[in-house]
């Protein structure tokens, strides 16, 4: 069973960075197109970045703060976040792009002052 582990999230203020990580087998993380999406509360899951071969595409709302990128050596994917919004608190979540495998637990971001 494929599952995906993700971590980096905490507290921060608004105008603060966090980088999130997303462990998983390295044979789905570097021969799959990748994404991290987010899921506020009350709200459906969204999707936030994506990632094929070089080639990365962004949600308008995170469009020149957020970065995505991956370890292909380390089976590990990030998702760097500067210039934090309140409305960035959600829980993040990585996953394939096009296929579901199991979704993981979620890190959990709040950018709060």
């Known amino acids: 069973q494929v599952q995906f582990v993700e971590s980096g999230g905490g507290l921060v203020q608004p105008g603060g960075s966090l980088r999130l990580s997303c462990a998983g087998p390295?044979?789905?993380?570097?021969?799959?197109?990748m994404a991290w999406y987010r899921q506020a509360p009350g709200m459906q899951r969204e999707l936030v970045a994506t990632?094929?071969?070089?080639?990365?595409n962004y949600a308008d709302s995170v469009k020149g703060r957020f970065t995505i990128a991956r370890d292909n050596a380390k089976n590990t994917m990030f998702l760097q976040m500067n210039d934090l919004k309140p409305e960035d608190t959600a829980v993040y979540y990585c996953?394939?792009?096009?296929?579901?495998?199991?979704w993981g637990q979620g890190t959990q971001v709040t950018v709060s002052s």
């Open positions: 996953n394939a792009r096009y296929v579901s495998f199991t």
């Open positions: 390295g044979s789905i993380l570097s021969r799959y197109d």
């Open positions: 990632i094929a071969g070089s080639s990365t």
